[in-house]
């Protein structure tokens, strides 16, 4: 409040340097995963490691002609009127 010039310079020189370093780690970094797994940049920023560990087996089994079973997804839960059901007879 007293000082905004002041204020607006950290906050310029801040953005400049959270710049720099992205260009020089992050970027580089994102663009080796999405030439390595076939996965576009936002999905990569947005995929967990155990994710891409996982898109990177499946890319490199596929290489190698081995097959690799279908990811197991659990049934969903089913509600009634707002209640959990344990079974559905």
Same mark, same amino acid.
């Given at each position: 409040?007293?000082?905004? /010039?002041?204020?607006?310079?950290?906050?310029?020189?801040?953005?400049?340097? +959270?710049?720099? !370093?992205? $260009?020089?780690?992050?970027?580089?970094? =994102?663009?080796?995963?999405?030439?390595? =797994? *076939?996965?576009? %940049? $936002?999905?990569?920023?947005?995929?967990? #490691?155990?994710?891409?560990? $996982?898109?990177?087996?499946?890319? &490199?089994? /596929?290489?190698?002609?081995?097959?690799? %079973?279908?990811?197991?997804?659990? *049934?969903?839960? #089913?509600?009634?009127?707002?209640? !959990?059901? $344990?079974? &559905? +007879?």
């Amino acid at each position: 409040r007293e000082r905004p /010039r002041n204020m607006a310079q950290y906050s310029v020189s801040d953005a400049v340097a +959270t710049f720099y !370093l992205y $260009e020089k780690y992050v970027h580089l970094f =994102i663009f080796s995963l999405c030439t390595v =797994i *076939p996965l576009g %940049p $936002e999905d990569v920023l947005r995929k967990g #490691s155990g994710t891409l560990c $996982e898109s990177l087996l499946v890319v &490199e089994a /596929r290489r190698a002609d081995v097959l690799c %079973p279908n990811k197991q997804a659990d *049934p969903l839960a #089913s509600f009634h009127k707002g209640h !959990l059901l $344990e079974g &559905e +007879t």
